[in-house]
């Protein structure tokens, strides 16, 4: 049994920030990448950032470059999304989804297909 829970999500004013985790649970639990996908009302999931353990490699789609951060708490299944100068178009449901598959790139991680595991997701909303 696999488990991903996420927290950290919220209510923030445009140009603050949240942190938010995500924990990967069970005894038999690997993966070679973990990452975050968001998705708001009446819209496709979007790819917003990745970890790949072996580099470490990270991705970004291109909506949250230089404004989010991925990171991995070595010491646990756990990853964080650091956000930073948020706008109201961030606000979406925030999903944590790990990876059993290794890829060279990023294509299959940043798309739905490339994932496993899927937490059940955290809201985010900025306000303006």
């Known amino acids: 049994q696999v488990q991903l829970v996420e927290s950290g999500g919220g209510l923030v004013q445009a140009g603050g920030s949240l942190r938010l985790s995500c924990a990967a649970s069970?005894?038999?639990?690997?993966?070679?990448?973990m990452g975050w996908f968001r998705q708001a009302p009446g819209r496709e999931r979007e790819f917003v950032a990745a970890?790949?353990?072996?580099?470490?490699?990270?991705y970004y789609g291109g909506s949250v470059k230089g404004r989010f951060t991925i990171s991995r708490d070595n010491a646990k299944n756990t990853i964080h999304l650091q956000m930073n100068s948020l706008k109201p178009e961030d606000t979406a449901v925030y999903y944590c989804?790990?990876?059993?598959?290794?890829?060279?790139?990023?294509?299959?991680?940043?798309?739905?297909?490339?994932?496993?595991?899927w937490g059940q997701g955290t809201q985010v909303t900025v306000s303006s």
């Open positions: 989804a790990a990876s059993r598959s290794y890829y060279s790139g990023s294509y299959y991680y940043e798309k739905e297909v490339g994932y496993d595991y």
């Open positions: 069970g005894r038999t639990f690997s993966s070679n990448a």
């Open positions: 970890f790949r353990w072996i580099g470490p490699s990270t």
